[in-house]
């Protein structure tokens, strides 16, 4: 094995990010290269992780986006505009660069599935750390939008602000489920929104891609919504850790 990448985060029981590797060196038939996890219960443990042979890079999971910034010699745009990294590439010289691939397998899967003619306002559900890359994505690609959050003090609008505007999403087409609101187990569960108000000019896109189709999904397809799960941001934001390592 001549080129090790992995995972860092903590704990690491489910991992795509293995399984989807692990299929592409087999599918691909790419030799030599292993991808491992590392499970560390500090970011000070990430020492240990860089010390490792033919390391050429790791992408990074919860809790240590914004903790392992503190170890990268630079950033790309992507990172410096999320302000969190989950892709790191260990350069020739050995230093290190930060990325954020969330922010690219948003924007494409998000410029692959909007018409090009769109020209409306944004909600984004939710204010984490995916709701800040969607934030980047939006305004990089002048898609005006409001965040919305339970907590009058993290976002613009609370969702009983929402809940009294009727006409509301005659502005807001584009709605972004953030929030883990829905994803399994709890599948029962759905963003507290006036979904009867949407109509077949709108655009709800889910980060979440298991199950495939939320609740918050089934509900905006009942009254004609446009409906996207996150499944291929998650394929694109991997396959972008590799690109950026290889390139
Ligand atoms: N498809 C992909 O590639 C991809 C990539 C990243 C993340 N994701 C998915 O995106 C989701 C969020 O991830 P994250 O890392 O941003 O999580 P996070 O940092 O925990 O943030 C989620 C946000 O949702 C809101 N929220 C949390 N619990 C809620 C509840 N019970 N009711 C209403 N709102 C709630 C909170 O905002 P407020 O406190 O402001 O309400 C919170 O900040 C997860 O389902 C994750 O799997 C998918």
């Given at each position: 094995?001549?080129?090790?990448?992995?995972?860092?985060?903590?704990?690491?029981?489910?991992?795509?990010?293995?399984?989807?590797?692990?299929?592409?060196?087999?599918?691909?038939?790419?030799?030599?290269?292993?991808?491992?996890?590392?499970?560390?219960?500090?970011?000070?443990?990430?020492?240990?992780?860089?010390?490792?042979?033919?390391?050429?890079?790791?992408?990074?999971?919860?809790?240590?986006?914004?903790?392992?910034?503190?170890?990268?010699?630079?950033?790309?745009?992507?990172?410096?505009?999320?302000?969190?990294?989950?892709?790191?590439?260990?350069?020739?010289?050995?230093?290190?660069?930060?990325?954020?691939?969330?922010?690219?397998?948003?924007?494409?899967s998000?410029?692959?599935w909007?018409?090009?003619?769109?020209?409306?306002?944004?909600?984004?559900?939710?204010?984490?750390?995916?709701?800040?890359?969607?934030?980047?994505?939006?305004?990089?690609?002048?898609?005006?939008?409001?965040?919305?959050?339970?907590?009058?003090?993290?976002?613009?609008?609370?969702?009983?602000?929402?809940?009294?505007?009727?006409?509301?999403?005659?502005?807001?087409?584009?709605?972004i489920n953030?929030?883990?609101?829905g994803m399994?187990?709890?599948?029962?569960?759905?963003?507290?929104?006036?979904?009867?108000?949407?109509?077949?000019?709108?655009?709800l896109y889910d980060l979440i891609y298991n199950p495939a189709e939320t609740?918050f999904l089934g509900?905006g397809k009942?009254?004609?919504?446009k409906t996207k799960n996150g499944l291929q941001m998650l394929e694109?934001?991997?396959?972008?850790?590799?690109?950026?390592?290889?390139?």
């Open positions: 094995m001549n080129k090790l990448y992995g995972l860092i985060g903590y704990p690491l029981s489910h991992s795509f990010s293995k399984k989807y590797f692990a299929n592409k060196f087999q599918n691909e038939k790419i030799s030599g290269c292993a991808y491992d996890l590392f499970e560390i219960d500090t970011i000070k443990k990430v020492e240990q992780v860089f010390e490792k042979k033919n390391l050429k890079g790791f992408n990074v999971t919860i809790p240590y986006k914004h903790e392992i910034m503190e170890y990268m010699d630079d950033f790309d745009h992507s990172a410096k505009k999320v302000g969190a990294v989950n892709v790191v590439k260990i350069n020739n010289d050995g230093s290190r660069t930060g990325f954020n691939s969330d922010y690219y397998g948003f924007r494409k998000l410029e692959e909007m018409p090009r003619s769109f020209k409306s306002n944004a909600l984004i559900l939710g204010t984490g750390g995916a709701a800040k890359a969607v934030e980047a994505v939006l305004k990089d690609m002048s898609i005006p939008f409001l965040k919305i959050s339970r907590h009058t003090t993290k976002g613009d609008q609370t969702y009983e602000i929402l809940k009294g505007n009727p006409t509301l999403f005659d502005d807001y087409h584009l709605i953030t929030t883990p609101l399994a187990p709890k599948i029962d569960a759905l963003p507290d929104i006036n979904y009867k108000r949407l109509n077949d000019q709108c655009y609740r509900e009942k009254f004609g919504a694109l934001q991997a396959e972008k850790s590799w690109d950026i390592w290889n390139s």
